[in-house]
């Protein structure tokens, strides 16, 4: 096992066990563990970071975790431009366009009605829903926070 020192930054701390919220925090990980592995095990998809920092140099949700590190996790900006030093996922451009799955029929129609490009059908399956939503750039909305944790989810 390694240790490893994590801070969650904004709206992240939501996702986080109460005694973790709003501080640094050591924990254990395996030894072959990657900074998407840690994030998602302490409960925040992958799709809610937009900058990770180790030891406060930028890096990818790939990069193998090390004994002491520490990590330091952003939630997606509204005004901040950090395109620069993010090693996540661009969101795709142009309006936003959606799939929504199966629990959120009432949210499709509304979408589609208010003018988004929205996909729905009751029947989708998980990795089916996701593999649509990359291969046409597209946000998958949904409830599932073990979906959102999938790692074929590029946006959600």
């Not at 992958?46 to 949700?61: D, Q, W």
């Not at 395109?83 to 199966?102: H, K, M, N, Q, Y």
């Not at 009605?113 to 089916?128: I, P, V």
Request: charged content about 20%.
């Amino acid at each position: 096992m390694t240790n490893a020192t994590f801070r969650f930054y904004a709206r992240l701390n939501a996702f986080l066990a109460v005694e973790r919220r709003g501080q640094a925090f050591r924990c254990s990980c395996a030894e072959s563990a990657t900074t998407k592995h840690m994030i998602e095990a302490l409960g925040v998809p992958h799709i809610e970071v937009a900058l990770v920092l180790v030891n406060g140099a930028p890096a990818g949700l790939d990069w193998p975790i090390e004994a002491g590190d520490r990590v330091a996790v952003y939630p997606k900006f509204e005004q901040l431009d950090i395109g620069s030093l993010t090693a996540t996922e661009p969101l795709p451009p142009g309006p936003p366009r959606f799939v929504a799955d199966a629990h959120l029929g009432g949210l499709a129609r509304l979408l589609r009605m208010a003018g988004f490009d929205t996909l729905y059908d009751n029947n989708f399956e998980d990795a089916a829903m996701a593999e649509l939503a990359n291969r046409e750039r597209r946000a998958l909305l949904t409830r599932d926070r073990a979906l959102l944790m999938h790692r074929l989810v590029l946006h959600g």
